[in-house]
């Protein structure tokens, strides 16, 4: 049953393949699995339709490979094959939790996970399946961060989440500027006129032309992403 309360109905929750990494960032930590996988069930359980897309970037980054043996379109297909991994990955943890989940493959992969029709996932969503879509766009030269924009947009989404491990996107990384200030809400024009990090520039472009709202979060703090959902303030919205 539909929880009215929600401020989002559908969603398309960003994750990065680091934060499945725990606290190097590498490889598969279950403890953080079983955490996200936690996060997701309040809003599984309301009813909320949701896709997740998962970087790769524990596992293999593309662009890092370049001049140690890869070129770009190897390393590329490398990375794909690792947001899939995760993405069974994650599957699992939400299935443990009792929850539907199916994983969708941007190519061809049968004998691994059911590939990419936007019907095919929207169906699912609609009986209350957890949709994650691995392989990013199925194409060499685009990020995960483009992957869900393309994504969030074909599946018609509320919004796209990117769930990141600061709360908010902020003049400057505060991390390193103890004086940066974050912002809770911004227009797309506001984010190129102040030349602030959100997604990358193909992504960002294509949330803009569709009028898709992004918002930057903290996934990491217990409860943030239900919080989000039910419309309470968190992090920055673009839009």
């Given at each position: 049953m539909k929880d009215k309360s929600m401020k989002y109905s559908s969603i398309l929750l960003k994750l990065s393949g680091e934060s499945l990494g725990g606290g190097n960032g590498q490889g598969l930590d279950p403890k953080v699995l079983e955490r996200y996988a936690l996060e997701i069930k309040p809003l599984a359980v309301a009813g909320v339709r949701i896709a997740i897309v998962v970087g790769g970037g524990n596992i293999f980054r593309g662009l890092q490979g370049i001049g140690k043996?890869?070129?770009?379109?190897?390393?590329?297909?490398?990375?794909m094959l690792a947001t899939t991994i995760n993405s069974i990955a994650l599957a699992g943890a939400l299935r443990l939790q009792e929850m539907k989940a199916q994983v969708f493959t941007a190519t061809p992969m049968p004998a691994i996970a059911r590939y990419y029709r936007r019907d095919e996932?929207?169906?699912?969503?609609?009986?209350?399946?957890i949709v994650l879509l691995s392989g990013g766009?199925?194409?060499?030269?685009?990020?995960?961060?483009?992957?869900?924009?393309?994504?969030?947009?074909e599946l018609g989404v509320d919004a796209v989440l990117k769930?990141?491990?600061?709360?908010?996107v902020y003049s400057a990384d505060p991390e390193k500027d103890p004086h940066a200030v974050r912002f809770e809400s911004l227009t797309f024009n506001q984010v190129l006129q102040k030349n602030l990090?959100?997604?990358?520039?193909?992504?960002?472009t294509l949330c803009w032309e569709n009028n898709m709202p992004i918002v930057v979060f903290n996934m990491n703090v217990k409860g943030n992403l239900d919080k989000l959902v039910r419309g309470q303030k968190t992090g920055t919205i673009v839009k």
């Amino acid at each position: 049953m539909k929880d009215k309360s929600m401020k989002y109905s559908s969603i398309l929750l960003k994750l990065s393949g680091e934060s499945l990494g725990g606290g190097n960032g590498q490889g598969l930590d279950p403890k953080v699995l079983e955490r996200y996988a936690l996060e997701i069930k309040p809003l599984a359980v309301a009813g909320v339709r949701i896709a997740i897309v998962v970087g790769g970037g524990n596992i293999f980054r593309g662009l890092q490979g370049i001049g140690k043996g890869f070129d770009r379109v190897h390393g590329d297909q490398m990375g794909m094959l690792a947001t899939t991994i995760n993405s069974i990955a994650l599957a699992g943890a939400l299935r443990l939790q009792e929850m539907k989940a199916q994983v969708f493959t941007a190519t061809p992969m049968p004998a691994i996970a059911r590939y990419y029709r936007r019907d095919e996932a929207l169906r699912e969503m609609e009986k209350g399946t957890i949709v994650l879509l691995s392989g990013g766009t199925g194409n060499p030269f685009f990020t995960t961060d483009s992957a869900a924009a393309l994504r969030a947009v074909e599946l018609g989404v509320d919004a796209v989440l990117k769930g990141t491990r600061v709360d908010g996107v902020y003049s400057a990384d505060p991390e390193k500027d103890p004086h940066a200030v974050r912002f809770e809400s911004l227009t797309f024009n506001q984010v190129l006129q102040k030349n602030l990090k959100v997604m990358d520039l193909t992504a960002f472009t294509l949330c803009w032309e569709n009028n898709m709202p992004i918002v930057v979060f903290n996934m990491n703090v217990k409860g943030n992403l239900d919080k989000l959902v039910r419309g309470q303030k968190t992090g920055t919205i673009v839009k």
